[in-house]
């Protein structure tokens, strides 16, 4: 058997910490591709770039040699490297280590979420990774082992089709994480806040000042899970119907 | 019970000539705020603006009197209007009408969704609506009748917890549309393509070309439906676990 290929991307950008410890593990189970935007992309959620070009730059740190580094997003990059990048189709696409949780609603605004989706949507073993911490500073060190372990599954363990998988890590050195659970998307909720807040000129601006409420208590959903001191995994499909609706809607509608 | 009152948003921009058409609609309806960004905002997907401050700027256009442009995304003003500008929480959301079809895997990337999708988060009825056609010159007048009519529906009847509608309308007059016919997300999928170009300075840069592939035949799909005529109402909640594969990752993770 060949040597798996494995595309790595993210969405804080190709010169954060996060990315670097996860290629540097995908290192020892094939080779890797680091494709990933020139810059920070937070919350871009799942956008794509069609109204102007794009552009790769070879992009070089240490020990990765394989780098490229995309004026887009995170969708964008999965898009183009298997397109235009890689020498053939990767057997595994990996998004992070995002700095910041991915959980429940959250995955809706994530471009590290968007980056594993889009390697699912073209079939391949994807995975989100997202440690629950903002601090550019964190140490990923038990973050990168957990990466490893779950890469390495997924190279040997099949998915069902349309399933991508969503992990989350909590903020903890590796001997207080308690091991790993699966997990549902929680029922968690922003309440929305804009802070108004007024210019030098006089003019009104507005800042996002939202909070999130962990209301779902449901231990086998992945924000508890994180709470209590597991690693989060998540299996995700974007089949968007809701099936249960279908009759209630066609007797509204009286259609066909 | 007093007028309800109708938030309308858009990716396209607030000078599109979809959200004019549905705004008119809207105000046979009820009061009307329309809040939407001010230029064009095709596949930003799910973006939230986080990192730089938002504007209001107070539009006015004919009979629009309560206009307001945002610099942000689709969400962004659904979650900024709702916060700040509405004077109460709305009766429904609506956001379109779309220049361009936005059925299957195309929700994942669409602005259009995103917005239906912000106000269904917080508890509104809401919709998105697409014409499936690119021509921004295109005949909207079967879109605003159907928006209306099924506006209507959704003001009179409640659509269970977390889901909204997304609506999606055949490029026809409207005596040639068929009926409507409540769908299913289909199974579509992008060929993805990047045309390779040089710029005058001789650098490489690439733009988009996929090509997309109609390939569920299902009638009961919302691309099939629009092909064959008949608006699609598709039922979508944001239920991404996919449940099928919780035992299967427990038997590899063999978690807790």
């Given amino acids: 058997m060949p040597e798996p290929l494995i595309l790595v991307s993210n969405d804080d950008g190709i010169d954060s910490n996060g990315i670097y410890v996860l290629a540097m593990e995908m290192m020892k189970l094939g080779e890797v591709f680091v494709v990933a935007p020139d810059r920070q992309q937070s919350a871009v959620g799942h956008a794509l770039t069609v109204s102007k070009p794009l552009r790769i730059s070879k992009y070089q740190r240490i020990d990765i040699k394989n780098g490229f580094a995309i004026n887009g997003t995170p969708a964008d990059c999965v898009k183009l490297a298997i397109s235009r990048i890689l020498h053939r189709k990767p057997d595994l696409v990996v998004s992070g280590i995002n700095h910041g949780q991915n959980t429940s609603v959250n995955m809706l605004y994530s471009g590290t979420v968007s980056a594993a989706t889009e390697g699912m ?14 601090d ?36 903890l050195e590796i001997g207080k994480i308690k091991g790993m659970r699966i ?14 807040r007024i210019d030098p ?40 119907t809701n099936f249960d609706a279908i009759d209630k809607l066609k007797s509204i509608f009286d259609s066909d």
Same sequence: chains 1, 2.
């Fill in 136 to 171: 550019l500073n964190s140490d990923m060190s038990a973050s990168g082992i957990y990466s490893y372990r779950i890469a390495k599954e997924l190279l040997e363990n099949k998915m069902p089709l349309g399933t991508f998988i969503n992990v989350n890590i909590p903020n």
């Fill in 201 to 240: 000129f006089g003019k009104e601006y507005y800042w996002f000042s939202g909070v999130y409420n962990t209301n779902d208590n449901n231990p086998e959903s992945d924000d508890i899970a994180v709470t209590e001191g597991f690693v989060s995994i998540t299996p995700v499909h974007y089949n968007l």
């Fill in 183 to 196: 997990t549902k998307q929680s029922n968690s909720s922003w309440d929305d806040a804009y802070e108004k």
């Fill in 121 to 134: 949507l073209v079939g391949i073993p994807s995975m989100a990774i997202s440690l629950s911490s903002y």
